[in-house]
């Protein structure tokens, strides 16, 4: 079974600096991965999704995210954040077929001024 | 842009109580999925569908079930509500093939006393 692990349940991060939030997967195939953002009070939105290719890809709002195979990892990255980046982070890995996606627990990430 | 609605976004019903969440997407996508989101536990697949009357369980059916009459339309159903199934209900849909990114309703949250 495919599973999703956000070692970090909260981060704090000071306005302007750099950001990395770490994922760890467990999936048997090629894993079509997911970065998704949750600001409070709303439901999720994508940020990037490696599937094939390049292992370093670029999402929305200055992310970007690198494919590990050797490391089962898909880390989360931004060189300087801004205070409404402050929100929950999912990662999510996805398979074949129509299944839902399997999401970690979430990091949270607070930005000091 | 892809939007995806929810009828209610504050629910509060009493323990026994059916309750009727509905979910409705205008992009013409095959797949919908219902997620429960819990705090510490990230989101968990209630249950998805990939056609018009086709229904699969996710990881935490129990207590729940859906209906799929229209494409657009996903609704789940919680025949006799308990206080354990308070929680955030999210609604999702996507094309075909899960290395398609879901799309995410606002979610609602229920209050079952």
């Known amino acids: 079974a495919q599973s999703v692990t956000q070692p970090d349940i909260h981060i704090t991060v000071s306005e302007g600096a750099s950001l990395e939030l770490r994922c760890n997967y467990s999936?048997?195939?090629?894993?079509?991965l997911f970065w998704y953002v949750q600001s409070p009070g709303q439901g999720l939105q994508l940020l990037l999704k490696?599937?094939?290719?390049?292992?370093l890809v670029q999402g929305i709002k200055g992310f970007e995210a690198e494919f590990k195979r050797s490391q089962s990892s898909f880390n989360l990255r931004k060189p300087s954040v801004h205070w409404s980046d402050a929100a929950e982070y999912f990662c999510a890995v996805g398979g074949g077929g129509a299944d839902g996606l399997t999401f970690g627990k979430g990091t949270h990430l607070i930005i000091q001024p | 842009d892809v939007k995806v609605t929810q009828s209610s976004r504050y629910l509060v019903k009493r323990t026994g109580e059916k309750v009727f969440l509905e979910c409705v997407q205008d992009m013409d996508h095959e797949n919908m999925f219902w997620y429960r989101q819990d705090p510490g536990l990230g989101l968990r697949l209630i249950y998805f569908?990939?056609?018009?009357?086709?229904?699969e369980k996710g990881d935490i059916p129990e207590g729940y079930s859906v209906s799929r009459e229209k494409k657009e339309r996903f609704s789940l159903i919680l025949e006799s509500a308990s206080t354990n199934q308070t929680s955030m209900y999210l609604c999702?849909?996507?094309?075909?093939?899960?290395?398609?990114?879901?799309?995410f309703g606002p979610g609602t949250r229920l209050t079952v006393l």
């Open positions: 490696y599937f094939s290719g390049d292992t």
């Open positions: 569908s990939y056609d018009v009357k086709m229904k």
């Open positions: 999936y048997g195939a090629t894993p079509y």
């Open positions: 999702a849909s996507s094309w075909s093939g899960s290395y398609n990114e879901q799309f």
